[in-house]
Nanobody, 119 residues
Framework: QVQLVESGGGLVQPGGSLRLSCAASGRGFTIYSMGWYRQAPGKTRELVAT???????NYADSAKGRFTISRDNAKNTVYLQMSSLNPEDTAIYFC?????????????WGQGTQVTVSS
């Protein structure tokens, strides 16, 4: 199995910045991509950003220009640097990894970390 643990969430004022981290652990797996998704109260889960091993990134329109995703392949860790935060960014942020374990390639999820943007 693949375990993902997020960290770095918390309370930040509008216009502030926050960096989320997610580390993958386990044995015998190969990660192809990692990413961040979020779910606000009363809303469905939505993609924020993804990054593949080669470095190609994909951002939601709401994240472009404000958020930066990066990855340390050697440590199987993904980061999300968030700037110019606004209350609409308030959500639980979930880490995702698309990984192969044995012959099966699946999506794995972390437990989520709360980000609250409020004055």
């Amino acid at each position: 199995q693949v375990q993902l643990v997020e960290s770095g969430g918390g309370l930040v004022q509008p216009g502030g910045s926050l960096r989320l981290s997610c580390a993958a652990s386990g044995r015998g797996f190969t990660i192809y991509s990692m990413g961040w998704y979020r779910q606000a109260p009363g809303k469905t889960r939505e993609l924020v950003a993804t990054i593949v091993t080669g470095g190609t990134t994909n951002y939601a329109d709401s994240a472009k220009g404000r958020f930066t995703i990066s990855r340390d392949n050697a440590k199987n860790t993904v980061y999300l640097q968030m700037s110019s935060l606004n209350p609409e960014d308030t959500a639980i942020y979930f880490c995702n990894a698309n990984a192969r374990l044995g012959y099966l390639r699946n999506d794995y999820w972390g437990q989520g970390t709360q980000v609250t943007v409020s004055s």
